[in-house]
T-cell receptor, first 111, second 114 residues
Framework: SQQGEEDPQALSIQEGENATMNCSYK?????LQWYRQNSGRGLVHLIL?????REKHSGRLRVTLDTSKKSSSLLITASRAADTASYFC???????????FGKGTLLTVNP | GAGVSQSPSNKVTEKGKDVELRCDPI?????LYWYRQRLGQGLEFLIY????????KSGLPSDRFSAERTGESVSTLTIQRTQQEDSAVYLC????????????FGPGTRLTVT
């Protein structure tokens, strides 16, 4: 399977703590994206990192990409209860339009 | 997400019946996708439309599944002779702009086959 893998499958933290989620993939990629899914807002694009980038920031989000290890991480700093959601990585590999999604990490932020 | 609506939001149907799911994207999008998401799982690619090109149907799980797009707007996903394993959330997504890779998703249709 070419599907990406997120790690951990589930993560529970306290508000204010940082959350780190990892994603591994199996092919060469054009870019890698992170999406968030919760019942309130559905599936929402968070951030995109290109294969020639190593790190990218957006607000409280920090994404890293290591193409030699075929892995990416998403760090959410100073987490809030509203960050509770499932987080998916998705990448373009072997196609310029077909995203492959991982199975997701379920993040629970406790108030 | 903004710019993509789907209907119905929920659909309960009996095994063996046909269902039609609808996606209404904003105008000006360059590509449209359908995905299936089973409970607790990631997204499975089903089909991709772009412009007048032939759609990529490589993700459709069987010939009971078909999809079409009217012009560059409304798309419908049809499942014939539904089976219980078809129960899932079906998501439509669009890409805006030719140099863009971010996908914008609709709220999905939750299909339950009894």
């Amino acid at each position: 399977s070419q599907q990406g893998e997120e790690d951990p499958q589930a993560l529970s933290i306290q508000e204010g703590e940082n959350a780190t989620m990892n994603c591994s993939y199996k092919t060469s990629i054009n870019n890698l994206q992170w999406y968030r899914q919760n019942s309130g807002r559905g599936l929402v694009h968070l951030i995109l990192i290109r294969s020639n980038e190593r790190e990218k920031h957006s607000g409280r989000l920090r994404v890293t990409l290591d193409t030699s290890k075929k892995s990416s991480s998403l760090l959410i700093t100073a987490s809030r209860a509203a960050d509770t959601a499932s987080y998916f990585c998705a990448y373009l590999g072997g196609s310029n339009y077909k995203l492959t999604f991982g199975k997701g990490t379920l993040l629970t932020v406790n108030p | 997400g903004a710019g993509v609506s789907q209907s119905p939001s929920n659909k309960v149907t009996e095994k063996g019946k046909d269902v039609e799911l609808r996606c209404d994207p904003i105008s000006g999008h360059t590509a449209l996708y359908w995905y299936r998401q089973r409970l607790g799982q990631g997204l499975e690619f089903l089909i991709y439309f772009q412009g007048n090109s032939a759609p990529d149907k490589s993700g459709l799980p069987s010939d009971r599944f078909s999809a079409e797009r009217t012009g560059e707007s409304v798309s419908t996903l049809t499942i014939q002779r539904t089976q219980q394993e078809d129960s899932a959330v079906y998501l439509c997504a669009i890409v805006e702009g030719r140099a863009s890779y971010e996908q914008y998703f609709g709220p999905g249709t939750r299909l339950t086959v009894t």
